[in-house]
């Protein structure tokens, strides 16, 4: 089996080998006006409790500033009827604040823990601290989440793990202009995971 070199430059990799789950991150700028952006670099780090995830981020844009600023922020799980909606949203940068909410059909609402707001339309929501980040060559931040509070829609819990995952809808961003929802779920005889 032959094997293809791929160059170390993520933009140029078709097919991307680590497609990202898309999230919308809320987040409160210091004079306390929310802000959301889609990010797609997400990741759990740790089990718990606490659990901790990270997420990346350009090092200038307002969701890596508010979130290492203000000390917190939300991670909004968008289902696939929102994904024309969550491009829209990361489509133009001067579009900000509650103007960007209105623009992408997003309503904040509050959260059970944090002041960034959750997203009344998205199926889940993992309110996290800001707990520490990673600056990589002042381009790119890893900011790190304690998750101190979790919800979802109550329908997100009918049925069994399969129609639930169809329920919750999950969709990924591929490269640039490609996106594709979670497949079936399965259930699989062997190890369990860990
Ligand atoms: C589907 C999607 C996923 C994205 N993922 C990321 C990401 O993981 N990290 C990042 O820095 N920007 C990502 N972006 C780009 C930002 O969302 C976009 O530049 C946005 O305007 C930044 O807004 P902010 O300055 O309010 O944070 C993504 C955009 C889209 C449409």
Same mark, same amino acid.
């Given at each position: ?75 909004? &799980?968008?289902?696939?009827? !929102? ?7 990361? %489509?133009? =940068?001067?579009?900000? #604040?509650? +103007? ?62 399969? &129609?639930?995952?169809?329920? !919750? ?7 640039? %202009?490609? =996106?594709?929802?979670? #497949?079936? +779920? ?9």
């Amino acid at each position: 089996m032959s094997k293809i070199e791929l160059p170390l430059e993520k933009r140029s990799w078709h097919p991307s080998p680590l497609p990202g789950q898309v999230v919308l991150v809320t987040t409160l700028s210091t004079d306390s006006e929310p802000n959301v952006a889609p990010k797609s670099w997400v990741s759990m780090v740790a089990f718990g409790p606490p659990p901790v995830l990270m997420f990346g981020c350009t090092l200038d844009h307002a969701t890596a500033r508010n979130a290492t600023e203000h000390g917190a922020f939300v991670i909004n &799980v968008p289902g696939h009827d !929102l994904m024309t909606n969550s491009w829209q949203c990361g %489509g133009d =940068a001067t579009v900000r #604040g509650m +103007a960007r909410f209105a623009a992408c059909g997003l309503t904040p609402i509050p959260s059970m823990r944090v002041a960034p707001p959750r997203i009344k339309e998205c199926r889940a929501h993992l309110e996290c601290e800001t707990a520490g980040f990673r600056e990589w060559e002042k381009r790119e931040v890893a900011v790190f989440g304690k998750i101190v509070a979790a919800s979802a829609d109550a329908s997100v819990f009918d049925g069994d793990p399969t &129609v639930r995952y169809r329920h !919750l809808s999950p969709f990924f961003f591929l490269e640039d %202009g490609w =996106a594709a929802p979670l #497949g079936a +779920a399965q259930k699989l005889v062997v190890g369990n995971g860990d």
